[in-house]
Nanobody, 123 residues
Framework: QLQLVESGGGFVHPGGSLRLSCAVS????????IAWFRQAPGKEREGVSC????????IYADSVKDRFTISRDNAKQVVYLQMNNLTPEDTAVYYC????????????????WGQGTQVTVSS
């Protein structure tokens, strides 16, 4: 059974950085598309970024483009989300999601999810 475990969340001041990790076990990471989503209090879950399995191509939501970077280490079975220049609007629970598909998507229809990690950005 595929398992996803997020880590790396925490509290930062505006302008700060965090790196989230999504550790994958149970199946070989290289066959899976991995996406990051986030859900702020009172808001719907939104897609943040996605990285494709075949060629590591990526997509980003407009709200995080040029600030966040997604990457994957198939040997370590980990996907990272480097988040720079954080703002209070980035405060949310961040989830990674996975499916054995070819195309990246930021649509909330993945079948495999982690438990989430809290990111809080505040002065």
């Amino acid at each position: 059974q595929l398992q996803l475990v997020e880590s790396g969340g925490g509290f930062v001041h505006p302008g700060g950085s965090l790196r989230l990790s999504c550790a994958v076990s149970g199946y070989t990471l290289k066959y899976y598309v991995i996406a990051w989503f986030r859900q702020a209090p009172g808001k719907e879950r939104e897609g943040v970024s996605c990285i494709r399995a075949s060629d590591a191509s990526t997509i980003y939501a407009d709200s995080v483009k040029d600030r966040f970077t997604i990457s994957r280490d198939n040997a370590k079975q980990v996907v990272y989300l480097q988040m720079n220049n954080l703002t209070p609007e980035d405060t949310a629970v961040y989830y990674c999601a996975a499916d054995p598909v070819h195309l990246c998507s930021l649509v909330d229809k993945y079948n495999n999810w982690g438990q989430g990690t809290q990111v809080t950005v505040s002065s």
